[in-house]
């Protein structure tokens, strides 16, 4: 077995045997040195750089089956009922990954080697997957092209589809044969194809129906695979193919109906056969590559290069269901699994590396054998719906393909380095924002101390200018003034004279004579002095009043001076306003780097969270069953066990301080709450950290947000904390105690989101766990509660209830064995009974599992034996304790119905064997 495994690892084998990584095994240098063949290729060869399984990838991994998924668009169902849900899958085509969502804030990454959105068109799926196989066919090598995926996500859609209606919707075998038939001169090279079912380990041929149990035959020497049985047709031109393929598809349709089958649990296989001729030397080369061709072996030129292609469209993925519901026994279920599950078994075995690969398990093993031998060529296209209803189903199938991918953890890396760049990125700006916001407050403060100073030295120098000129007018004035009386004091002192000795003053002898003369002539004078004494008075008061002018002109400068300052003051307080808005804007700032501070811890969290993960191993299975709180909560106590590596937790609280993260779930900036409670219930879900957050008044804080809360997501998201926290006995009582039933039934009522419902599902059933809380919780209404969430539809939901249940039930049946309660079950009294038997049997194996351990624990009692009768319980658990997957849950039953002496007697009065 081990040569079979060797073949069969494809371009590892090259690697083991030589003990080197040399790839060049993977593409023998003889490929394209038929000049006329490379000319002629030259046209084909322009696929995609990063397409599948071509040789010159950058990947560096020789030989590995490519893998690429495709995720078919909404149709007008899931348009309808979907609609107020997100797809479960997003893809991220840059990056080639793909996000499946756990629940509403967590998802698992991916990477494949190529990611085909919704939007992908026919033509660009066909260059990426099977363009390169084509090529490889050409060259002489085998290659293959495999859809797999749920029934109705798209395969046969990709590979089948002969899109003459609309020629864009061509699928991967027209196209192919496109190529193929381009590529090579039908003069003298030949291309032939077959066309087969492969139906419960049956081979039938989809172009002579008769002809309906093929064998395969394989060459002991070479390991080729051949159907020598099956119908072989001489393709002469496209229109034949497609014709051909056509009437293929009406054959498996009318042996379908015969067999009373449905096409999805069948393979179709299509072979195409391209044979043409080469030039010898590359023949030799070939024959040093190791090619098993035996015209290879003649070395004489011409020989014939043979190749072949095979396409297969797979059975559909999912599950099919044992119980026989569809028509068939355990036998023929058993069959139709088997080829799928054997492909299944043959990947995991190559992906492990494993020794022993079991090809020979089935037919379609057998069958594709070779197409995965040293020199072929092999794509594999993953189909996956959007729905997040058939989230099992497709996460399962992403394993496969992941699996497929036989993959190299270089995912880690990658992960951690951009982790790391963006929160460096993000504190870089952080600081920036600092440091910006600071050099912007020092910027204002000087200009408002400036713009201060200039107010001041105006204002005082307009004082100064004021009282100065005042001084010099005061002084002219003055001057003046003593200059007037001066002269007054002088034509006062000339008329003394004149009238003590007027004869010596020749201006005054006409006047004294005049005066003689006329006896009146010295009064007449004294007249005239006085009227020029009023004239020179009226003067001064003129010039007094130009004074007083001037004064006012200075009073009004000094009040427009005034008025600057006043300007100058509003301008001063206008700043002043801009100061305290700059301080509000720091503020919000400071609100956004709390944002980004909370992003922050979120996102290394995450990045933590990953790099943990991909520690633990890259082949991490989807717990498909499993609830992802409980896996949420119990990851790290698997870790806990490995390496002394310090958890990302502590670094999170050394970071950043416990502290600090509950004071933002009050803050005021609801996305920073968001953030805040976001990070606090990733927190909770660490149970190292669980004791610490209740101590620092987390828990108050959450059920608080509860309280105050009217955002779903906070709803969702505390529940899911407080669901965490509820983990612990301690937390359970204070939980109680801080009234938690009642907050969280309130929640209930207000939710709309299932996964809200299931958070708070999620943690009464943890509180329902706790021995010393039975009697509170119902009283509080927590039963009635959990039975109320029943509403919403969602089987998550349903499983959290019916787990809750359980755990009510078990801590019920250990007080009454203990002798602590008498009396029926309080979960009958609550009238859950007619819940339970209604999903005893329900199709979702997580609600069944609990409802079915509920049944065993309440029957474990005598006091419920009459209620459960009545009730229809007896039956369930009768079949539970026949047809139970689980051997504990059937024995158990069977335990518990033995045990039971008015169980016994109903079921002697039934005749129900036992
Ligand atoms: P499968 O073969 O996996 O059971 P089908 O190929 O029959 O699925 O596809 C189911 C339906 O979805 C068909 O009606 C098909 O036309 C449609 N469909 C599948 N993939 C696409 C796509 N990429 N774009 C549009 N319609 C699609
Ligand atoms: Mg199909």
Redesign the pocket.
């Known amino acids: 077995m081990a040569t079979t495994a060797s073949v069969y690892r494809n371009g590892n084998y090259s690697r083991n045997s030589l003990g080197t990584n040399n790839n060049k095994v993977e593409r023998p240098p003889s490929v394209n040195s038929n000049p006329k063949n490379s000319l002629k290729s030259k046209s084909l060869r322009k696929s995609a750089p990063a397409a599948l399984g071509a040789a010159k990838d950058d990947t560096g991994v020789p030989g590995r089956v490519r893998v690429a998924v495709?995720l078919?668009?909404r149709?007008a169902e899931e348009r309808v009922a979907d609609a107020d849900f997100p797809d479960c899958v997003e893809l991220q085509p840059e990056v080639k990954r793909l996000k499946l969502r756990k629940n509403n804030w967590d998802s698992d990454t991916y990477e494949f080697d190529e990611l085909l959105t919704?939007f992908?068109s026919q033509k660009r799926v066909y260059e990426v997957v099977a363009k390169p196989v084509v090529e490889s066919v050409l060259d002489g090598y085998n290659g293959t092209v495999m859809?797999y995926?749920?029934?109705?996500?798209?395969?046969?859609?990709?590979l089948g589809q002969l899109g003459e209606e609309d020629t864009a919707a061509r699928g991967i075998m027209v196209r192919a044969m496109e190529d193929i038939l381009a590529d090579v001169s039908l003069e003298t090279n030949s291309v032939s194809m077959s066309y087969l079912q492969l139906y419960m380990e049956t081979i039938q041929d989809l172009l002579n129906p008769t002809n309906d149990n093929i064998s395969i035959v394989e060459d002991p020497k070479s390991g080729d695979v051949s159907l020598p049985g099956a119908t072989l047709v001489e393709i002469r031109n496209q229109q034949s193919f497609v014709d051909l393929l056509r009437l293929g598809e009406a054959h498996r349709f009318a042996a379908n109906t015969k067999l009373n089958a449905e096409s999805?649990r069948s393979h179709a296989i299509l072979m195409v056969h391209v044979k043409r001729s080469v030039r010898g030397r590359d023949s030799v080369l070939s024959s040093e590559n190791g090619d098993n061709s035996p015209m290879v072996k003649s070395l004489k030129p011409p020989i014939v290069r043979k190749g072949k292609l095979v396409i297969v469209?797979l059975a559909?993925s999912e599950r099919i269901d044992k119980s026989g519901s569809e028509g068939h026994t355990l036998e023929e279920a058993k069959s139709i699994n088997l080829s799928l599950s054997a492909l299944g078994k043959c990947i995991n075995a190559l992906a492990e590396n494993s020794a022993h690969v079991p090809v020979r398990d089935s037919k379609l093993t057998r069958l594709l054998r070779d197409s995965f031998g040293g020199t072929a060529r092999t794509s594999l296209v993953i189909?996956i719906g959007p729905s997040p209803r058939h989230r099992g189903e497709t996460a399962s199938t992403i394993m496969f393909g992941q699996r497929a991918m036989k993959v190299e953890n270089m995912l880690k890396l990658k992960e951690e380095f951009d982790y790391k760049s963006l929160s460096r990125r993000l504190d870089q700006q952080l600081d920036k924002f600092i440091a910006e916001h600071e050099r912007q407050q020092k910027a204002f403060e000087d200009e408002i101390k400036r713009v201060t100073m200039e107010a001041q030295n105006q204002i005082s120098e307009s004082e100064r200018n004021y009282a100065d000129a005042l001084e010099k007018d005061k002084t002219n004035y003055q001057k003046e003034y003593m200059e007037s009386i001066k002269k007054l004091e002088d034509k006062w002192m000339m008329n003394q004279q004149k009238h003590a000795g007027g004869e010596n003053i020749p201006g005054l002898k006409e006047e004294s004579s005049n005066a003689i003369s006329n006896g009146k002539g010295s009064r007449v004078a004294n007249m005239e002095e006085l009227a020029e004494m009023k004239k020179k008075l009226q003067k001064e008061t003129l010039l007094r009043k130009a004074a007083e002018g001037e004064v006012n002109i200075l009073k009004s400068q000094l009040a427009g001076l005034k008025k600057s300052e006043a300007l100058a003051k509003s301008d001063v307080s206008k700043l002043q306003k801009m100061l305290e808005d700059e301080a509000c804007q720091k503020e919000k700032l400071e609100g956004e780097i709390a944002t980004l501070q909370s992003q922050l811890l979120q996102i290394s969290f995450e990045a933590d969270e990953t790099a943990r993960r991909i520690d633990k191993g890259g082949s991490e299975e989807v717990l498909g069953g499993l609830d992802s709180l409980m896996l949420q909560v119990r990851q790290p106590q698997i870790n806990d066990s490995g390496n002394g590596e310090k958890a990302p937790i502590a670094k999170l609280f050394e970071q950043v301080g416990l502290q600090k993260i509950l004071s933002l779930l009050e803050a005021e900036d609801a996305d920073v709450r968001i953030h805040a409670v976001k990070v606090v219930a990733n927190l909770a879900a660490e149970e190292t950290n669980q004791e610490k957050i209740v101590e620092a008044g987390g828990l108050k804080s959450l059920l608080l947000l509860l309280r105050s809360s009217e955002d779903e997501t906070i709803y969702r998201v505390a529940a899911g904390a407080i669901a965490n926290l509820a983990m612990n006995e301690t937390n359970q009582e204070l939980i109680m105690a801080q009234g938690g039933i009642h907050l969280l039934s309130m929640t209930a009522g207000n939710a709309k989101d299932p996964q809200t419902f299931r958070m708070i599902a999620g943690a009464i059933a943890n509180l329902c766990g706790n021995d010393k809380l039975q009697m509170k919780l119902r009283s509080e209404g927590g039963i009635k509660a959990l039975l109320g969430m029943v509403r919403c539809r969602h089987p998550d939901v349903l499983a959290q209830v019916a787990r809750g249940i359980a755990n009510f039930a078990k801590c019920e049946s250990r007080a009454s064995t203990q002798g602590n309660k008498t009396g029926r079950s309080l979960l009958i009294e609550d009238g859950v009974l007619p819940w339970i038997v209604q999903n005893a049997n329900n199709e979702a194996s997580p609600i069944r599992r609990h409802i079915e351990l509920a049944l065993c624990h309440l029957a474990q009692h005598e006091v419920n034996a009459k209620d459960m009768i009545s009730g229809g319980a007896l039956r369930e658990l009768v079949r539970v304790s026949r047809d139970c997957s689980r051997e504990d849950t059937r024995t158990l039953a069977h335990r518990t119905l033995t045990s039971s002496p008015t169980f016994q007697a109903e079921m002697r009065r039934l005749r129900i064997d036992h």
């Open positions: 495709r078919r668009p149709n919704e992908a859809a995926g749920q029934t109705g996500t798209g395969k046969t859609y990709t999805s469209d559909g189909t």
